[in-house]
Every structure is written in C-alpha cells, then in structure tokens.
T-cell receptor, first 113, second 113 residues
Framework: QKEVEQDPGPLSVPEGAIVSLNCTYS??????FMWYRQYSRKGPELLMY????GNKEDGRFTAQVDKSSKYISLFIRDSQPSDSATYLC?????????????FGTGTRLTIIP | KAGVTQTPRYLIKTRGQQVTLSCSPI?????VSWYQQTPGQGLQFLFE???????NKGNFPGRFSGRQFSNSRSEMNVSTLELGDSALYLC????????????FGPGTRLTVL
C-alpha cells in the first residue's frame, strides 16, 4: 500500500465549476502537507503549504487537512482553463526543507471552456 | 529571483552508458533534493544534499549518486543505465532549515534506449 493515495483521474469539469481534489495518507508521522501543480513538460509548482488541521485559503484555492481522518483536499473555485494541469499532493514529517517529500501519484485535471 | 535551473533538459542515452545531470538552486538555498518521476511510480525521492553533505537518501540502487559543490550547485550521476531509468529527473531547492518549502526545477527528461 502506498503511503499517500490519490485518485489519478483524469478529471474533466466545465469552466467556472468548483473542483475537489483529494488524498489520503497512512502514516501518522506526516505533519506537513503541500499541493503542487504541474503543467505538461514543467516541474511541480508549489501551490499550498499547510500544517494544522482545518482550512487554508489563497485566492481561488483552499487546502483542507483532517489529521484525524488522514485526509487532505484541495478546492479550486471558479475554475479556469489555465487550471488544467496535474495536481500532486505531498507530505513530510517535519518542516525542515531537507525532509523528503512523499507524493501522491497526481490527478490530471482538465477545465473545459 | 531566478528559479531552479537544470541542464540538460533532454538527454538520450543507451543501456550501459552513464549520465550526469546538473542543478543550480535558487540563490541563497543550500539544500538540493533530487526526485525521479515516472508514470508508474510517480515522484520518488532520490537524495538530498546540504552544505556539500548528503543528509538523506531514498531507496535507489548505488548506481544513482550525487554530489554538491561549495556554491550549492548539485550533480547527480547514474551509471550503467538501464531501460527503467528512463524518467523525468527533478531537482528541488530549499533553505534546508525549519519552515522551508521545496521549489522544483523544470527537470531533465532522460530516455534510455
């Protein structure tokens, strides 16, 4: 069993819809959670970085963490065609930048104009 | 501030050869991590360097090695290439201290024939 499970999709939604992306993890030692966005032929780009259970909002993006259920989510409001990309959840044990990131396999998202 | 740069961007090698990939981190970042990304396994941690010392290592064979120079630039080397080494190799940099996040370069796409 992978330490981080993520539905690979693909997921297609119409422009303007709310998108929900989800991951589950198995290791209670994971304390810090990230969402990365990866466009085709590019490296992953950090979108959100969270620690506490609860919600963190940044513009149209909201990251949600539920440590009791070991469940993390990313919501995208008013989705745009430019949001079409692969979204990767990642987690790590500490907030030291050197700690290895454990990634989900990524969800490929397409926003249909 | 310039982002993480990786060279070369694309590389084609044959089985049995060796290859060296290069990564220049964001200015001021002292930690460099390397990841392998494949469609089947997703992103997997290779190793991490901080101040020229390897601090963390993933579960890859000894054919995969790396080093870091005094200016924080890093190289990774893969010897005796196998077909399964075909992947996108990503480098990520961070301050390497508490509170840091990892920022990825565009990657080097290695194809082994």
């Amino acid at each position: 069993q992978k330490e981080v499970e993520q539905d690979p999709g693909p997921l297609s939604v119409p422009e303007g819809a709310i998108v929900s992306l989800n991951c589950t993890y198995s290791n209670s030692a994971f304390q810090y959670f990230m969402w990365y966005r990866q466009y085709s032929r590019k490296g992953p780009e950090l979108l959100m970085y969270t620690y506490s259970s609860g919600n963190k909002e940044d513009g149209r993006f909201t990251a949600q963490v539920d440590k009791s259920s070991k469940y993390i989510s990313l919501f995208i409001r008013d989705s745009q065609p430019s949001d079409s990309a692969t979204y990767l959840c990642a987690t790590t044990i500490s907030n030291f930048g050197n700690e290895k990131l454990t990634f989900g396999t990524g969800t490929r998202l397409t926003i249909i104009p | 501030k310039a982002g993480v740069t990786q060279t070369p961007r694309y590389l084609i090698k044959t089985r049995g050869q060796q290859v060296t990939l290069s990564c220049s981190p964001i200015s001021g970042h002292r930690s460099v991590s390397w990841y392998q990304q494949t469609p089947g396994q997703g992103l997997q941690f290779l190793f991490e360097y901080f101040s020229e010392t390897q601090r963390n290592k993933g579960n890859f064979p000894g054919r995969f090695s790396g080093r870091q120079f005094s200016n924080s630039r890093s190289e990774m080397n893969v010897s005796t290439l196998e077909l399964g080494d075909s992947a996108l190799y990503l480098c990520a940099s961070s301050f390497g201290t508490s509170g840091g996040s990892q920022y990825f370069g565009p990657g080097t796409r290695l194809t082994v024939l």
